[in-house]
């Protein structure tokens, strides 16, 4: 059989009952709600080992899903990303129970500031022996706004100016503010740091001054591998300059166009093409037959809530779908005057504009591909062969769907080259990109370095 290009598995998830099949922890296969356990946990990790996926990603919110009918009731009531853990609490047990996996945490830069966030990343780094990502977000929750004290969301350009900002200060952090070789550890003269290797940052910048210099010393990647999911023109903008790995659209339809223009993000900002990875995604339903597969994924997508979709939906389009009558047809709504343009641009992705509003919600909330394993191998090829590097697998039941991974996809993934049989050693940064285990040099975290230390 010809061998295909390897690529990056990384499992979507979040500190959560219900991530992106709402209701389906209600099913006998689902353990989900084993939410607060952490043997649920590491069962998942270690499972995802043994299917030899890169990642363990973990997506996070602050704030309840809110927009659907003014109320965040359909949210708790089918436990959707409400309640939510702590994704950075949990990420050094994971490490500890395993050797190879990466684990990325989401954290909004409104959190906290950057100076506590760079200390948490570069504890986690080290615990993990250099194995930890962040996923930078901005918050698309009004909510999140208002719980972390900004009184409501500022918009969306000063979220991206603060963003900047933050970087610049942990970057300077984690690359410039100790040497290479500040730390001495040496017994016989009983020093352990040589105080002329760190370094102030004195930063000063228009959302954040930080004096330094950093407060732990330097984890194995320093940086930790940098992720983001930018869908907006400055977004893209920012995931050009910052991103290591950038996700696309999780449509594999329309991602053509998406996946060609981050590359060339990258490249407008210097950087070059290895040191980018680019993540498609997809959920998926196995079956021995496809008639299997199909009664299968029939019976989830009954079990689906659809109130918690509807709420969901509001929250990423940004509009009350309550608005709407669901049982009008899109012809119509399209039509008429109740919807925003940015709620019409995302309903003329239906394969059928007769289909009612809630039929149009149940089915974009339960997009997946069906199939027998070498179907959905298939459906890992095309995306291959769009250009994507790797792909963000979410679940449809936890464990299931990575059991089911696990037996019937890694043998043939591993087989067609898709997948290797063995992890590589180093750092997740190593593991993802072949190279070091630091920034590259174009990178501009790096480039902070010739600021702090001449
Ligand atoms: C795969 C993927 C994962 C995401 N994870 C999160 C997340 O955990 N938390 C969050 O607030 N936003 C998350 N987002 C939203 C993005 O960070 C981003 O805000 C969104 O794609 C809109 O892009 P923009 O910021 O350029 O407007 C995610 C998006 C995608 C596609």
């Given at each position: 059989?010809?061998?295909?290009?390897r690529?990056?598995?990384?499992?979507?998830?979040?500190?959560?009952?219900?991530?992106?099949?709402?209701?389906l922890?209600?099913?006998?296969?689902s353990?989900?709600?084993?939410?607060?356990?952490?043997?649920?946990w590491?069962?998942?990790?270690?499972?995802?080992?043994?299917?030899?996926?890169?990642?363990?990603?973990?997506?996070?919110?602050?704030?309840?899903?809110?927009i659907?009918?003014?109320?965040?009731?359909a949210?708790?009531?089918?436990?959707?990303?409400?309640?939510?853990?702590?994704p950075?609490?949990l990420?050094p047990?994971?490490?500890?129970?395993?050797?190879?996996?990466?684990?990325v945490v989401t954290?909004?830069?409104?959190?906290?500031?950057?100076y506590?966030?760079?200390?948490?990343?570069?504890?986690?780094?080290?615990?993990?022996?250099?194995?930890?990502?962040?996923n930078?977000?901005t918050?698309?929750?009004?909510?999140?706004?208002?719980?972390l004290g900004?009184g409501g969301l500022?918009s969306?350009?000063?979220?991206?100016?603060?963003?900047?900002?933050?970087m610049?200060?942990?970057?300077?952090?984690?690359?410039a503010?100790?040497?290479?070789d500040a730390?001495l550890?040496?017994?016989?003269?009983q020093?352990?740091?040589?105080?002329?290797?760190?370094h102030?940052?004195?930063h000063?910048?228009?959302?954040?001054?930080?004096?330094?210099?950093?407060i732990?010393?330097?984890?194995?990647?320093?940086?930790?591998?940098?992720?983001?999911?930018?869908?907006?023109?400055v977004?893209?903008?920012?995931?050009?300059?910052?991103?290591?790995?950038?996700?696309?659209?999780l449509?594999?339809?329309?991602?053509?166009?998406?996946?060609?223009?981050?590359?060339?993000?990258?490249?407008?900002?210097?950087?070059?093409?290895e040191d980018?990875?680019i993540?498609?995604?997809?959920?998926?339903?196995?079956?021995?037959?496809?008639?299997e597969?199909?009664?299968?994924?029939?019976?989830?997508?009954?079990?689906?809530s659809?109130?918690?979709?509807?709420?969901?939906?509001?929250?990423?389009?940004?509009?009350?779908?309550?608005?709407?009558?669901?049982?009008?047809?899109?012809t119509?709504?399209?039509?008429?005057?109740?919807?925003?343009?940015s709620?019409?641009?995302?309903?003329?992705?239906?394969?059928d504009?007769?289909?009612?509003?809630?039929?149009?919600?149940r089915?974009?909330?339960?997009?997946?591909?069906?199939g027998?394993?070498?179907?959905?191998?298939?459906?890992?090829?095309?995306?291959?062969d769009?250009?994507?590097?790797?792909?963000?697998?979410?679940?449809?039941?936890?464990?299931?769907?990575?059991?089911?991974?696990?037996?019937?996809?890694?043998?043939?993934?591993?087989?067609?080259?898709?997948?290797?049989?063995?992890?590589?050693?180093?750092?997740?940064?190593?593991?993802l990109f072949?190279?070091?285990?630091?920034l590259?040099?174009?990178?501009?975290?790096?480039?902070?370095?010739?600021?702090?230390?001449?």
């Open positions: 059989m010809p061998q295909r290009p690529m990056l598995f990384s499992a979507f998830n979040e500190f959560v009952l219900s991530h992106h099949d709402q209701g922890w209600s099913h006998p296969r353990r989900q709600l084993e939410l607060n356990s952490v043997d649920y590491v069962e998942i990790a270690r499972l995802l080992e043994k299917a030899r996926f890169d990642i363990l990603f973990f997506a996070d919110v602050l704030a309840t899903y809110d659907y009918q003014g109320s965040r009731d949210a708790l009531h089918s436990g959707m990303q409400t309640p939510v853990n702590d950075a609490v990420a047990v994971l490490a500890y129970v395993t050797e190879h996996l990466g684990i954290e909004n830069i409104l959190q906290e500031p950057p506590t966030f760079a200390r948490k990343m570069t504890t986690l780094d080290h615990l993990s022996r250099g194995r930890v990502g962040w930078i977000v918050s698309f929750l009004p909510g999140a706004g208002r719980n900004h500022p969306h350009e000063e979220r991206y100016g603060r963003a900047d900002d933050y610049q200060v942990v970057y300077k952090l984690w690359e503010s100790w040497e290479d730390v550890g040496d017994r016989g003269s020093r352990y740091v040589d105080p002329a290797k760190v102030e940052i004195n000063v910048g228009p959302y954040f001054d930080v004096v330094g210099p950093h732990s010393e330097p984890s194995p990647q320093r940086t930790p591998v940098l992720f983001q999911a930018a869908a907006s023109d977004g893209i903008d920012f995931a050009g300059r910052h991103a290591e790995v950038l996700f696309t659209s449509e594999r339809s329309t991602a053509g166009p998406n996946i060609a223009r981050l590359r060339a993000e990258a490249g407008r900002a210097g950087r070059k093409p980018v990875r993540f498609g995604g997809f959920a998926f339903v196995l079956g021995s037959t496809e008639a597969a199909q009664r299968l994924d029939a019976e989830y997508r009954d079990a689906q659809i109130e918690a979709a509807f709420a969901k939906f509001s929250a990423f389009w940004q509009f009350d779908l309550a608005r709407l009558d669901r049982h009008d047809k899109l119509e709504i399209l039509n008429g005057t109740d919807a925003t343009d709620v019409k641009k995302v309903l003329r992705f239906s394969p504009l007769d289909w009612s509003l809630e039929e149009f919600v089915w974009v909330g339960s997009r997946r591909i069906a027998t394993p070498e179907q959905i191998v298939r459906e890992i090829e095309d995306w291959q769009l250009g994507v590097d790797g792909l963000n697998i979410s679940y449809v039941i936890s464990p299931g769907t990575y059991e089911d991974f696990a037996e019937h996809l890694t043998p043939l993934l591993v087989d067609r080259g898709l997948m290797r049989a063995e992890y590589a050693p180093g750092t997740l940064r190593e593991k072949g190279k070091g285990p630091h590259p040099g174009e990178h501009p975290g790096r480039q902070v370095r010739a600021l702090i230390q001449g």
